[in-house]
């Protein structure tokens, strides 16, 4: 069992930006971030493969956000630009377990989440 630690997270002003990390107690495959807002359902936002050359985004996401990843440190980041208020929620890391190549929004691993709130 792998267990993911997400941090970075905070109470800031809209068009800031800020980063998101999330480490991983051991290897993993893909790694990617999700959200829930108040309300809300949980919704995908960006994932990265293990190699860290294939990405891929939510419409909402697109322009704004890079997600990337450190092997050597088994984290992932999400860099969040231009930060609107509507991009306030709990975000989520998950992470699929080391040799498995998936697709979807299914994943073997989550965090505990990181409260992002951008005030407007």
């Known amino acids: 069992q792998v267990r993911l630690v997400e941090s970075g997270g905070g109470l800031v002003q809209a068009g800031v930006s800020l980063r998101l990390s999330c480490t991983a107690s051991g290897r993993t495959s893909r790694m990617g971030w999700f959200r829930q807002a108040p309300g809300k359902e949980r919704e995908f936002v960006a994932t990265?493969?293990?190699?860290?050359?294939?990405?891929y985004y939510a419409d909402s996401a697109k322009g704004r956000f890079t997600i990337s990843r450190d092997n050597a440190k088994n984290t992932v980041f999400l860099q969040m630009n231009s930060l609107k208020s509507e991009d306030t929620a709990v975000y989520y890391c998950a992470a699929d377990r080391y040799g498995i190549i998936r697709r979807g929004y299914e994943y073997d691993y989550w965090g505990q989440g990181t409260q992002v709130t951008v005030s407007s």
């Open positions: 990265i493969n293990w190699s860290g050359g294939g990405t």
